[in-house]
């Protein structure tokens, strides 16, 4: 990394590019290139399926050990002038898939069917790419593919800004992560001093409830398997964020789809059931100072008609992209805490930036479902994770931490129903910005 922009990423400890931050016209740069990955090694001492059949126990005890790249992301910005800006991210990330699906429109047994293409050349994915056109503090414009600033990891998702070897459970179970859509944004600063606020204001693709299901709610409802998107239904987000405290960030967010179903692949899956309208909020906070970084998060969603979704879901075919699993819940929600402690800051001298974390967090899939559904308790997870982050350099962080989850519990702390997980993890990760001219 050189010049301005690593002084900046180091006095912030925050990767930050154009899709993130108010960039000032007059910032020494035309173009600009970076990125963020992470690597990771675990040792866990359960299965890989806690819903295996013909046993009640959870997870089977299974000791083993797996190692990955989580993601690996390019990005790059561009100044056309002092007023039109370009951003880009590309991630390469280990969950993806190689293929792309079409719904082929012929004639006869093929007429709606699912086909894949080995097309897109590897796992890869256009995170952002979107035009902004900036003209005051107060108000400014950007179209394209964009993150949706949903939640605290979303809005915060590069590694150095969590404590974990991965990112925070809960979020990342019920919705997207890292959740870009495609639309129009408004965005800016208002207020100055104590009465500082940020917000952002969008409309982009909304949720497709054919990818709904038991396990991850509406994760799998992000569209992006075709060309193109629906944009029948599409959705609105508000977020706001206060930041007139030095340290202090709060704020909240607020996700409305009116009627999910008309996004879905074929436009008469939900006829029968209803409207589908989706809904999702949330609260959350981070204060930092030099000897303490604290954060915490609150969500909740709903979704009309999960009993309806579940029954049109579970008719769909074995060809699609979708899971089917049901029943899928009308709630969902998580919350979590961590705080960590910045040794170097009490004591004198160059002693290395190592931060001990505590971390805590709940999450369900299925918190509430319609009448005459019965939710599973082992989408019902309560969890510690503690650990330490060593920083050789702002940019760069070497992570270890264990976890350990109760499995079908409300309880901060007690045992569940089923047998818990534990595994103890270890990943370095880096973000900023390597070049600019």
């Known amino acids: 990394m050189a010049g301005t ?3 900046k990423a180091q006095n912030t400890s925050e990767y930050q590019s154009v899709n ?3 960039v000032n016209s007059e910032d020494d740069w035309k173009f600009r290139f970076g990125g963020y990955g ?6 866990m001492d359960y299965g890989l399926n806690r819903w295996a059949t013909g046993t009640d126990v959870g997870n089977k005890k299974i000791d083993h050990n797996d190692i990955s790249i ?7 910005d561009y100044k056309f002038n002092k007023k039109w800006l370009l951003g880009a991210e590309i991630e390469f990330e280990s969950g993806g898939v190689g293929t792309a699906y079409e719904m082929e429109a012929g004639t006869g047994g093929e007429n709606g069917e699912y086909e894949q293409e080995f097309e897109k050349g590897g796992e890869v994915a256009l995170e952002q790419f979107h035009i902004t056109r900036l003209i005051v503090p107060e108000f400014n414009v950007r179209v394209g593919h964009m993150v949706l600033p949903v939640g605290l990891t979303n809005t915060h998702h590069e590694p150095i800004n969590f404590f974990g070897t991965s990112r925070p459970e809960g979020e990342t179970t019920i919705m997207p992560s890292t959740w870009h859509e495609t639309g129009i944004e408004f965005y800016g600063t208002v207020g100055r001093g104590l009465g500082t606020f940020d ?6 693709s909304g949720p497709n409830p054919n990818g709904f299901n038991k396990y991850n709610w509406i994760k799998g409802g992000r569209q992006g398997f075709f060309e193109s998107d629906n944009f029948t239904s599409p959705a609105y987000i508000l977020r706001l964020d206060y930041k007139g405290v030095p340290g202090l960030r709060f704020g909240g967010s607020f996700y409305y789809s009116a009627d999910a179903g008309k996004n879905a692949d074929r436009l008469v899956t939900y006829d029968k059931v209803g409207k589908i309208p989706v809904k999702l909020w949330n609260i959350d906070a981070q204060y930092s100072n030099k000897y303490v970084i604290a954060r915490a998060n609150y969500i909740r969603g709903h979704v009309a008609h999960a009993a309806g979704i579940t029954s049109a879901n579970s008719s769909y075919t074995s060809k699609s992209p979708y899971s089917r699993k049901g029943p899928f819940a009308a709630e969902a929600m998580t919350y979590s805490a961590e705080v960590g402690i910045n040794l170097s800051a009490f004591f004198a001298g160059h002693f290395p930036t190592i931060i001990p974390f505590g971390h805590y967090e709940y999450y369900n899939t299925q918190e509430k479902g319609d009448v005459g559904q019965v939710m599973d308790a082992r989408n019902q997870v309560s969890m510690w994770r503690v650990g330490l982050n060593w920083k050789p350099f702002p940019n760069l962080v070497v992570k270890a931490d264990y976890t350990t989850r109760q499995i079908g519990t409300d309880k901060v702390f007690g045992t569940g129903r089923y047998n818990s997980e534990n595994e103890f993890a270890i990943g370095v990760a880096y973000a900023g910005w390597f070049f600019q001219k």
């Open 5 to 7: 922009s690593a002084i």
């Open 38 to 43: 992470e690597m990771l090694a675990r040792r």
């Open 70 to 76: 989580p993601r690996f992301v390019l990005a790059l």
């Open 199 to 204: 917000y952002e204001a969008m409309i982009v």
């Open 20 to 22: 993130k931050e108010q």
